[in-house]
């Protein structure tokens, strides 16, 4: 079939007058087939739910994850050596030893420091 055959079949179907029931069998006997080969149903299954997708977007997902992670971690960490650091500024007590808890007396240790007991 010619391609201004097929662009008349589309233009004249776009026209209400005209009876699109024809058009199938006017394309059948011109021998457009609408017809997959076999197996093609199980390819596009294969490509869709394949094992290597599967695996490609777990393995993505947990990269993904961990450096989501990693992300958070180090947000937290820097997060709580700034309230630290500002509880040891607030207490006048900032030094090294009362840093670590290694002070002599027991309000300069973290423990006591973030909760007050």
């Known amino acids: 079939m010619k391609p201004s055959e097929i662009k008349k079949l589309i233009t004249g179907a776009l026209d209400e007058r005209n009876d699109t029931e024809e058009i199938p069998a006017i394309l059948e006997d011109a021998g457009v087939s609408y ?3 076999e ?8 490509r869709l739910f394949g094992s ?9 997902f947990k990269r993904n994850l961990n450096y989501a992670f990693y992300r958070i971690a ?4 820097a997060a709580i050596i700034i309230l630290m650091i500002s509880i040891f500024i607030m207490q006048d007590s900032f ?5 670590l ?3 002599d007396s027991y309000d300069e240790s973290i ?3 973030i909760t007050g007991n």
Do not use: C, M, P, Q
């Not at 197996?39 to 294969?46: H, Q, R, T």
């Not at 599967?54 to 393995?59: F, V």
């Not at 030094?95 to 840093?99: G, I, Q, T």
């Open 101 to 103: 808890g290694l002070g």
């Open 52 to 60: 290597v997708l599967t695996l490609k977007r777990d393995t993505e």
């Open 39 to 46: 197996g093609f149903a199980e390819k596009i299954a294969d």
């Open 111 to 113: 423990v006591y420091l």
């Open 95 to 99: 030094s090294f030893n009362s840093f």
């Open 35 to 37: 017809d997959f080969r």
């Open 74 to 77: 180090i947000t937290g960490v």
